[in-house]
């Protein structure tokens, strides 16, 4: 069973940076599209970006919009997000997913087949 695995999480103060990843591993996904989700400490999941895996269209959540930005290895096993200009408001677990066909809402994490296991971001003041 095909699994994603995140790394790059951690402490960053006010105003940095951090780049996650996003890697599969374990065997193969007929994905459609892949983006990111997080869960801050207290707070529901909700979505960061998501991305068509043909290279279509990518949304961003309107919090993140110029300052995040999601990005594929040219492999295309592995996806990025560059985080700049962090806020403390950007904390949270952060998690990779992808979906197998279309999602009948790109907001809905049900909508979306497999999952990673999460990386902590900590943004500090």
């Not at 990111?36 to 207290?42: A, E, M």
């Not at 999941?45 to 995040?68: C, H, I, N, P, Q």
Request: glycine residues 14%; contains cysteine.
């Amino acid at each position: 069973q095909v699994q994603l695995v995140e790394s790059g999480g951690g402490l960053v103060p006010a105003g940095g940076s951090l780049r996650l990843s996003c890697g599969a591993s374990g065997g193969t996904f007929n994905t459609y599209s892949i983006g990111w989700f997080r869960q801050p400490p207290g707070k529901e999941r909700e979505l960061v970006v998501v991305m068509g895996w043909s290279g279509g269209s990518t949304y961003y959540a309107d919090s993140v919009k110029g300052r995040f930005t999601m990005s594929r290895a040219n492999a295309k096993n592995t996806v990025y997000l560059h985080m700049n200009s962090l806020k403390p408001g950007d904390t949270a677990l952060y998690y990779c997913a992808a979906a197998g066909a279309p999602p009948n809402s790109i907001y809905d994490p049900k909508e979306y087949d497999l999952w990673g296991q999460g990386t902590q971001v900590t943004v500090s003041s």
